[in-house]
């Protein structure tokens, strides 16, 4: 696609579930990352891939979280056992290059009831 | 440790410049970016600082200084579509396998006001 698509934009659920957020970066963005955002912060840095390997994943929060990439493609972002501290925007972003710009999806909403 | 310090809002009038600051203290240095958010939306990328000086893009220009850890994103001839959050981010140190860390500030709400 011609921007970086995020699945689901918004998702409900209740304390203690289950929840996988998708993202399918640009095409050929061979870095990947995850932030997630709480109202009136900015992005925080969870997890970022090269190729297949997380290679950084020094920012998640928790064993709860983990994150896959096996194709060097689409990732999924898995939380479990959902808190309600979880619910946030969750950012996806891609880069062609080590130094370049990131490009950001439109993010998944998770609120946990 | 990483610290990004921005203001959390501006006010400025349509047709006016504005400038928003920011200061960082990061664990290295490896260039500055700016991005804008507008509500409910992705961040989008401004513009990008690795040398010391200013940097201009159209309306936008962006500054950076190196040895006082500071930058400053300038907006002229504001519109209203520039009401919006923008976020400063440091790209600190090399953290291997291809990662440099990104650190985001909380962002800057500007509204532009008629």
């Known amino acids: 696609g011609a921007g970086v698509s995020q699945t689901p934009s918004n998702k409900v659920t209740e304390k203690g579930k289950y929840v996988e957020l998708r993202c399918d970066p640009i095409?050929?963005?061979?870095?990947l990352y995850w932030y997630r955002q709480s109202l009136g912060q900015g992005p925080e840095f969870l997890i970022y891939?090269?190729?297949?390997?997380?290679?950084?994943d020094s920012g998640l929060p928790n064993d709860r979280f983990f994150a896959v990439r096996p194709e060097g493609s689409v990732s999924t972002l898995k939380i479990q056992r959902t808190e309600r501290g979880d619910s946030a925007v969750y950012l996806c972003?891609?880069?062609?290059?080590?130094?370049?710009?990131?490009?950001f999806g439109e993010g998944s909403r998770l609120t946990v009831l | 440790g990483q610290n990004i310090d921005q203001p959390t809002e501006m006010t400025a009038t349509e047709g006016a410049i504005v400038q928003i600051n920011c200061t960082y203290q990061?664990?290295?240095?490896?260039?500055l970016f700016w991005y804008q958010q507008h509500a409910g939306e992705a961040p989008t990328f401004l513009s990008y600082?690795?040398?010391?000086g200013l940097e201009e893009k159209g309306r936008f220009s962006s500054f950076l200084s190196r040895s006082k850890g500071y930058s400053y994103l300038l907006l002229k001839e504001l519109q209203m579509k520039d009401s919006a959050s923008y976020l400063c981010?440091?790209?600190?140190?090399?953290?291997?396998?291809?990662?440099?860390?990104?650190?985001f500030g909380k962002g800057t709400k500007l509204s532009v006001i008629p």
């Open positions: 972003a891609s880069s062609l290059k080590l130094t370049g710009e990131l490009f």
């Open positions: 095409s050929g963005h061979t870095a």
């Open positions: 891939f090269q190729g297949t390997g997380a290679a950084d």
């Open positions: 990061t664990s290295g240095f490896n260039g």
């Open positions: 600082n690795v040398l010391d």
């Open positions: 981010a440091v790209k600190g140190r090399y953290s291997g396998a291809g990662s440099y860390q990104l650190t």
